[in-house]
């Protein structure tokens, strides 16, 4: 039912004529999830999720394959550095010794920086950062799965209110025209002495006006929080959007 045919049954009720709803609650609730569905767009999101944790596993894989390989590299040059070292020392007679005891310190050196960064390296991007991301994306798949959950029943109890709320709605302007029109052809056929039946009748027909009334605000404080929910159903599948792009952007740089 859509908002302007509700103005239009107000003032229509303050005018004593009361129109029947043509609008099903099935058909309203239909077309606001048209409106406000994001069942396509969370099951989306979460499969990117998926396969975003996926790829994170396949990245720390990777690294930590090629800490090692690194890691036997240094620790190989670090050992040839040392057994020609120890070969040059014996030959002093040969003018290159020095020359190459030189280059071998460097090697060497440069093995142990090729190791120490490697101990840094895995720290503070497997243990720390990489370790975070992956426990980040396992608690916001719970999180996403706990809220969609949550969503769901609400939005299920929400749609029950909506389509209560507009039975009572369409009951009490049936009641409404019913009871006016009953004072109408009372008012029209009356006799002297009906003036009393005519003023009960009256204050049957203001009662049952300020039940439409009632029955009118309840209505669309339903609809109000039916789509209450769902906004916020949104604005949080967005707060999962934006971490996706910001671990994208990570994974960009990686």
């Known amino acids: 039912m859509r908002l302007s045919t509700i103005i239009s049954k107000t003032r229509t009720i303050s005018n004593r004529q009361c129109r029947q709803s043509s609008v099903s609650p099935n058909n309203t609730l239909n077309r606001l999830s048209t409106i406000s569905s994001t069942d396509e767009g969370c099951r989306l999101l979460c499969e990117i999720s998926n396969e975003e944790n996926k790829l994170l596993q396949y990245i720390k894989e990777i690294l930590e394959e090629r800490l090692t390989l690194d890691k036997q590299y240094a620790q190989n040059l670090q050992e040839l550095a040392a057994k020609a070292d120890r070969i040059a020392c014996l030959t002093t007679a040969n003018s290159m010794a020095s020359i190459c005891h030189k280059y071998l310190m460097q090697w060497s050196q440069r093995a142990s920086t090729i190791d120490s960064n490697i101990d840094q390296f895995r720290y503070e991007v497997l243990d720390i950062l990489l370790k975070n991301l992956l426990e ?101 599948v967005n707060n999962l ?7 994208q952007l990570f994974l960009n740089q990686s």
Not at 139 to 154: C, G, S, T
Not at 241 to 247: A, G, K
């Open 241 to 247: 959007l934006v971490y996706h792009q910001e671990t």
């Open 136 to 236: 980040q994306k396992t608690d916001l798949k719970k999180i996403f799965e706990d809220e969609k959950r949550q969503y769901e029943d609400e939005h299920q109890k929400a749609q029950n209110n909506v389509t209560e709320a507009e039975k009572h709605y369409s009951n009490a302007c049936k009641l409404y025209v019913a009871k006016n029109n009953e004072l109408t052809k009372f008012t029209a056929l009356a006799k002297i002495g009906d003036d009393n039946r005519i003023i009960e009748m009256k204050r049957s027909v203001m009662e049952n006006q300020d039940y439409v009334y009632r029955a009118h605000n309840e209505y669309v404080l339903a609809l109000r929080n039916y789509n209450f929910i769902d906004e916020q159903y949104i604005r949080k």
